[in-house]
Every structure is written in C-alpha cells, then in structure tokens.
C-alpha cells in the first residue's frame, strides 16, 4: 500500500485575516513537500493537499492547532503529491465558488441556516423512516452534472449545471419547486458545496433540508458499494475518478459508442479540448477522441491527412 495521501478538508468559519492564513498554509505546505489547491476567504478554508504520509499527519497536526480549524472534518485518501501539478494557495472571496459572497452567512459554528447535516447512518435512518410513512427523500446533487455521468445516488435530482455559479439560476428558475415541501438530501464529493447549497435552498424555501456530512467520500468509507452510491466517483486532480471497492458500477457511458466507461478525456481537437466520457479503444486514436457533435469535420480532415 501506498506510503503517500491526499486530504480533503474545509471549514466555515470567520477569518480576520486571509492574507495571513494564506501566508502560513504556503510556507507549512512548502516545508512539507506537499502539493495541491488551497483557497482562503474570510468564511474559511477549503483545501485538497497530497505528499508522504508522514508529512500529511505533521500538516493536519500544525493545521489544527489554530483555534478556528481545531475540529476541521479532514478526510484521507489515496494518492500523492504527484497528482497535483503544482502547489497553488491563493485568497478568494468565496472558498467554493456560488457567485453569492453576500448571501452566505457563516459564525463560528459553521455556516448559519444551511441544512440537517446526516452522518452516513443517519442518513439510511431518515430513508427508512420516511419511506414507512408512505415517503420518499429527494436525493439532490450539489455538483456539475458531468460529475453525475459516473456516479451519484440512486434516482438523485441532477441539476443542469456546468459550474457552481450556475447553481443559483437553476434554483431561481422554479424547475424545483415541486420539492420544496420535500424532505431533500443535498450531496457532493466531500460536503462543502452543500454547505451553501443547502443554505441558498433554504433561503428560496425549501422547507426540510439535509445535507449529507463528508459528502461522498464520507459515505463511501462508510458502506462502500453496498449502499445508496452508485458508480465512481469523480475527482479534481491526476486520478480523475475513484472507486470504492471493487463491486462498483460502471454507470458511465463512452461518449462515441456507448460502451461502459469511468474514464473522461479531453477532446484531440485542440480547439475543443471538451472533458468528455471515451471507452479505452475510441481514447486509443486522435480520430475517434473528438466529440461526436461539433468535431465531424475535423474527424473527416484528420481521416483524409491520413490516407495522404
């Protein structure tokens, strides 16, 4: 097994100074040998970081002993440093990108009005509870639907969004409406983007709202394969998808011929470069790794430059 890890971590809770929290994240990181992406704002912090086992553990033990990150949720798993290209730490307004600074109310404990959190436990608890009283829970993602292409929850709600920003349009457009009287589980990778999105659904009423604690990942750990989680799931960095075991489904789809596949690629047209699902045999040509809509001609000028 692997002597390296990634952490993934965050927390909401109100910074004096930004600048200097970036400071010291940069300098303890680079001390360290560790790579990844760090963001910093005056509600928090929100990182992914990988390195040699042993310098994550001094990295998580300098990190808590600040007094506002002492109870931080971090959450380990595997890879490295070199599934980063680089080590980036930078101050933003926002530490996960909704577009909506000025509606996030966060306190020391966190952010202020957002959803039920639910350990894994908990929630196969509430599912059970409700669906004896004649109930369903409403499963709603709280990522970019590509992310939704390999893995998500059983018959989960999956926005039509291609970044966070787009998050607030699709709940102002009345597309979800209807679940606004019920009860609705928010979920993503490692429970950060819930944090707000729970809370911008609750501001624009919806009325019993949970969000699933550690996200994913959390879950993941918890029941594996062998619960409500279906497929890969997708990640930011080298590793691009991870499984968790070997029982997991292949619910993704080549974007060229349909066959099963976890594995997204760019596009070989290097004017499109659009992340896409391929099978590993349409992935083994620039012919066939270009999209099926919108990359044609460039298909067929790449043919012919062939048979010249």
Sequence with gaps: MSMNRIVLYYAFTPLADPEAVKLWQKTLCEGLGLRGR???????INGTVGGELG????????????????????KLSEGGAEDFPRLSVKVRDEIVSFGAPGELQV?????????????????????????????DVVFFDGRNAFEAQIGRFQDAVVPDVSTTHDFVAELD???????????????????IRC???SSLMVNRGFTEVYQLQGGIVRYGE???????????????????????????????????????????????NQQCRNLTLYCTDCAASPVTLRC????????????????A
């Design 195 to 197: 944090e707000v999105l």
């Design 222 to 268: 918890t029941y594996g394969d062998q619960g409500l989680w279906e497929g890969s799931l997708y990640v930011f960095d080298k590793r691009m998808h991870l499984e968790f075991s070997d029982d997991a489904a292949t619910i993704g789809k080549c974007v060229r011929c349909q066959a099963p596949t976890s594995k997204f690629e760019n596009c070989s």
């Design 55 to 74: 310098a994550v553990k001094q990295y998580l033990k300098a990190t808590r002993r600040y007094p506002a990150f002492r109870t931080m949720d971090m």
């Design 173 to 191: 457009s009345g597309k979800y409406d209807d679940l606004k009287d019920k009860p609705v589980v928010t979920y993503c990778t490692g429970g």
């Design 292 to 307: 099926p809509q919108g990359c044609e001609s460039d298909e067929a000028e790449a043919t012919a430059a062939g048979a």
């Design 107 to 135: 306190d020391a404990d966190g952010v202020v009005g957002g959803g039920v959190h639910l350990q894994p436990e908990e929630l196969h608890a509430l599912v059970e509870a409700k669906r004896s009283t004649g109930q």
């Design 38 to 44: 760090i963001l910093v704002s005056k509600d928090g």
